[in-house]
């Protein structure tokens, strides 16, 4: 008896990243007919394809680069995926707050510009799923809504404007390219383990925690207590792009993948700081105080334990996220957001068994 040849292959991008090797063996798992390529950048190669050999046969690891038009692809290989791909998932893109603006637009602006080229190419494409972030919103502040974009805002890093650019050119294609949108929050660990890849965003907490605890005085409190800040567990995130994916409802949307009840910045440091220190913030530093004191990188040092300044900035930004469509779609297939309480302490209990680990240390 012979194995019937997969009838669908997907081009994606960012393996073996956090969420691209999760994201991998879903869709694998879900669809025994899907071959998946890989494009890797050649540096990563080695290490995808280790991974690869450790999600299925199914995976092939394409070494190339988004940032050229051709992707970094002879022109004969890149001829044969065109005329044999028939979905494209995009998650590669420079995720530092402080990466440096040449770079953040060659690999978030005209890596994005390349790919969308490349799926007007493919013969066979039946959809792009694009991945971009909820903080395509920059600045702005209240209730923003799925269907909205441009609304004059200005950035808070070269990470949020180009990623906004990114979604601009995404969204001009969508007319041609049946193409879905997701919008994920900050994105954290598994809400069941608590793996994660790196400890950066809100992990820089617990850093700031365990540098607190070193020092006698109350804990310091510098979250807002107006401002949510949503985070969002990487499972999560996984399972909404792999059904929304599935979903033919889902094409021409942007979808919010966020918490749809965040709590309040200043209660999640409570928590984290309860379930890491058994102890809670008591004394509150005002935003402005913060800032001055980050900016300044010995009292950085000696304070935050060097958590960047453009990290802290999302403590204190009043922004919410309007979630109507993606649960809509997501509640069939049975999924909703965990709420932070649910998993803070499986979080927190995997950072304390690495902590030490050079290995999570952000790059």
């Given amino acids: 008896m012979h194995a019937t040849s997969p009838s669908r292959t997907t081009l994606i991008t960012g393996f073996p990243g956090f969420i691209g090797a999760r994201l991998i063996g879903r869709l694998l ?20 394809r280790t991974a690869a ?9 394409q070494p190339g680069d988004i940032t050229d ?14 005329a044999t791909v028939t979905g494209v ?8 707050l402080a990466v440096p603006m040449a770079l953040a637009e060659a690999v978030n602006v005209h890596g994005t510009q390349h790919i969308v080229d490349f799926c007007r190419a493919c013969e066979r ?12 919103a920059g600045l702005r502040s209240g209730r923003v809504f799925e269907s909205e974009l441009a609304a004059g805002q ?23 390219i049946p193409t879905a949108i997701y919008r994920p929050a900050i994105v954290v660990g ?18 700031f925690l365990e540098r607190s605890l070193r020092r006698p005085g109350p804990l310091l409190q510098i979250a807002s207590e107006e401002a949510s800040f949503n985070v969002v567990p990487v499972d999560f995130v996984v399972e909404a792009m792999a059904a929304a994916s599935r979903d033919e409802r889902a094409l021409g949307e942007t979808l919010h993948l966020v918490d749809p009840e965040p709590v309040a910045a ?26 001055k004191t980050v900016a300044n990188r010995h009292l950085r040092r000696f304070l935050a334990a060097d958590t960047p300044r453009e990290s802290l900035i999302y403590l204190n930004h009043p922004v919410s996220f309007d979630t109507a469509r993606a649960t809509e779609l997501l509640e069939p297939h049975g999924l909703r957001c965990p709420r932070f309480p649910e998993y803070v302490t499986t979080l927190v209990d995997f950072f304390r068994r690495h902590e030490d680990d050079p290995s999570f240390v952000p790059h």
């Avoid at 494409?125 to 395509?136: C, F, G, I």
């Avoid at 890093?157 to 001009?172: D, G, L, P, Q």
């Avoid at 598994?190 to 850093?207: A, H, M, N, V």
């Avoid at 440091?269 to 800032?291: E, F, H, I, K, N």
């Fill in 29 to 48: 798992e879900d669809d025994p007919e899907l071959s998946v390529v890989a494009l890797v950048e050649p540096r990563m190669a080695d290490r995808a």
């Fill in 53 to 61: 050999a450790g999600i299925s046969p199914r995976i092939t690891v």
């Fill in 69 to 82: 038009p051709l992707l970094g692809l002879p022109a004969d290989r890149h001829a044969e995926l065109a």
């Fill in 89 to 96: 998932m995009h998650l590669a893109a420079i995720y530092d």
């Fill in 125 to 136: 494409l039946e959809r792009h799923d694009y991945v971009s972030t909820a903080y395509v």
């Fill in 154 to 176: 200005t950035f808070k890093n070269h990470y949020e404007s180009t990623k906004f650019a990114a979604e601009v050119i995404v969204r001009a294609s969508m007319d041609e």
């Fill in 190 to 207: 598994d809400s069941r383990t608590g793996e994660t890849q790196k400890f950066d965003g809100p992990y820089y907490i617990l850093r």
């Fill in 266 to 291: 200043a209660e999640l440091m409570r928590l984290m700081a309860q379930a890491y220190a058994g102890r809670t913030p008591t004394l509150r530093l005002p935003p402005g105080l913060v800032d």
